[in-house]
């Protein structure tokens, strides 16, 4: 069953705390990407990867980071500099800069 | 940046009629793609119109893109309540470097009524 998968679906954060969003996908893709969609808008680019070992920030990196070790995998770390981190986070992949394929989203929400 | 914005912001029809979005961008574009979100889940892919093509159909969807205008619209024909859902359009820019942005707007939500 290929795809992209995300975890864990609903995410809760105490202020002050880092934590890690999961994005792994086996459609062979080489490039992921990581985006934020607060209520009523628009998907906001957080972070791009075209290959391992390398990512470029979005335009809404401050407060977040990458790492891009494995083809499969593209985790997000929200850290605690994210100053309203609440929002719906998706991860998607695609092998250039044509359709991207996306995760079901993380609800993130900060306690 | 919102390179794509969407008209109208929301949208309600009854099943069987028409539904027609618009979409405004402000930069050069290689490609436009319009997307599908039901609430609370990812996009969806629908299709993708190339900088150099008018029109593009796919099953009840048309696309249309006018570079002079710098604007496309999708038209759902004959809508469903199934296709009660938020349209996003999303732009892939010519930029000097390698790396292209696709930049989403901010979406028409779509209610269809049965």
Known sequence: ?111 | SQQGEEDPQALSIQEGENATMNCSYKTSINNLQWYRQNSGRGLVHLILIRSNEREKHSGRLRVTLDTSKKSSSLLITASRAADTASYFCATVQISSGSARQLTFGSGTQLTVLP
Not at chain 1, 30 to 45: C, E, F, K, S, V
């Open chain 1, 1 to 111: 069953d290929g795809g992209i998968t995300q975890s864990p679906k609903y995410l809760f954060r105490k202020e002050g705390q880092n934590v890690t969003l999961s994005c792994e996908q086996n459609l062979n893709h080489d490039a992921m990407y990581w985006y934020r969609q607060d209520p009523g808008q628009g998907l906001r680019l957080i972070y791009y990867s075209q290959i391992v070992n390398d990512f470029q920030k979005g335009d809404i990196a401050e407060g977040y980071s990458v790492s891009r070790e494995k083809k499969e995998s593209f985790p997000l770390t929200v850290t605690s500099a994210q100053k309203n981190p609440t929002a719906f986070y998706l991860c998607a992949s695609s092998t250039s800069w044509r359709e991207q394929f996306f995760g079901p989203g993380t609800r993130l929400t900060v306690l």
